[in-house]
């Protein structure tokens, strides 16, 4: 139970695994408006960027769930390095049905909404670790721009057009499953480039670290083809935000 290795070998010099810049991050995390202490739950936690920032700037003290032996790694460093060890703690293992023992004040999956087939099904996964009242946080793409075809779309990490909605139709749909939106963080085309132009360095030098790796040839042909393709399609069309809900 691991996550393929091309996602480690792009994203090893990563802390935070989406289109977030470290201010929005930052942002986000003060946008709740918890006081410290505010226990968080994070399924598919990554690198643990946000809960080990969140916990040295607010005193928020989690959980993380990940599939990922590589980051989960990272993530027990990154506490380690910001000191805060006593407040959060990473497990390695299948977040799909993931339930906390304790209730949590946030419950959190930012980037990852496959776990629960989709935003609907994670937003119920997450509620069944949320305290009554608690604030749900869910990650997810939508169209900036509607690809003008299916090919585009394709190539825009979708696997076709109707994957995701435009953003206020994703409003609209978080408010049709019962909740309030009651805040948001959007990433723009200059934190997008943060999470895949910064792609492009590591698997250069991985590229130079690693020439006769089994896995070379498809990181030379992606790091070919991948800054056309992203600036063509991705950059353009494709939108991603950090969505805070309430139960109405
Ligand atoms: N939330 C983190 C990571 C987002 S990237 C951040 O924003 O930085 C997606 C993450 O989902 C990866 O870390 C990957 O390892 C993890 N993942 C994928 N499938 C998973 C599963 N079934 N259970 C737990 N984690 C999973």
Redesign the pocket.
Known sequence: MD?PRI?TIR?SA?????P?STAKLAALGESLRLAPGARVL?????????LCTWARDLGFTGTG????TV?TEQARARAAELGVTDRVEFIH????G?VAKQPADVA?????T??GDGFAGTIELLERSLRPGGLLLI?EPYWRLTPPDEETARASHATAIADFLELPDLVGRFQGLGYDVVEMTLSDQDSWDRYVAAQWLTMRRWLDRNPDDDMAAEVREELTTEPARYVRTTREYLGWGVFALMKR
């Open positions: 996550l996602f994203e990563h802390r935070i695994h989406n977030l994070d399924l598919a936690s990554g690198s643990g960027e946000m769930v990940d599939i990922s980051f293992g299948d977040a799909a993931y959190a999956c930012i980037g990852a496959w776990i990650g």
